[in-house]
């Protein structure tokens, strides 16, 4: 075999390695949510995304539609639509940062169901009486991580908890 062709196929495999990270690149440029902005009509939205799968009316009279990737999806398209069916905001609900917001002792269950939807998976803990809910999503759109909200039983904001997803961990799952 001729030294000659290892540096064509190695220029060759660069090539292709450069156009596959690019090809995913603009892959992750079309996410539903990056597709619109403020302005766009409802119309368009559902036209384009199918009809929200959740909406809730919010208290200043706007809607909020969602879009989940349920089950073991770690996506939601979230957009807020005047009552005129004019998009006032449009994002991926599921990121550390939004739910950083929630306010612990403040919100409810309805509050972190109208911003995040319903939960991927619920459960309870009879020995402290609270309610989980679990919200699956990708940190820095490359962790596999679970979300936990924990409600007592009128239904208020306890705690939350941020931890690797257990069916995407390869440290469980590799046993």
């Not at 679990?134 to 007592?152: E, G, I, K, T």
Request: proline share 6%; charged share 15%.
């Amino acid at each position: 075999m001729s030294h000659s062709r290892l540096p064509q196929a190695r220029t060759i495999t660069r090539s292709l390695m450069l156009a596959s990270a690019a090809a995913l690149l603009l892959a992750g440029c079309a996410n539903p949510w990056q597709r619109f902005q403020a302005g766009a009509s409802q119309s368009d939205l559902v036209a384009k995304l199918g009809p929200p799968k959740e909406v809730y009316t919010l208290p200043d009279g706007n809607k909020r539609l969602l879009w989940p990737t349920h089950p073991f999806g770690e996506t939601t398209t979230a957009a807020v639509v005047n009552p005129a069916g004019v998009v006032v905001n449009i994002e991926q609900a599921l990121t550390a940062e939004n739910f950083a917001q929630a306010q612990i002792g403040v919100w409810t269950q309805q509050d972190v169901q109208t911003r995040f939807g319903l939960p991927e998976e619920t459960g309870y803990f009879a020995g402290v009486k609270l309610t989980v809910w679990s919200y699956r999503y990708l940190q820095s759109n490359y962790w596999y991580m679970l979300y936990n909200f924990y409600f007592d039983d009128k239904g208020i904001l306890r705690t939350t908890q941020n931890m690797v997803d257990p069916l995407r961990d390869p440290t469980i799952n590799a046993m």
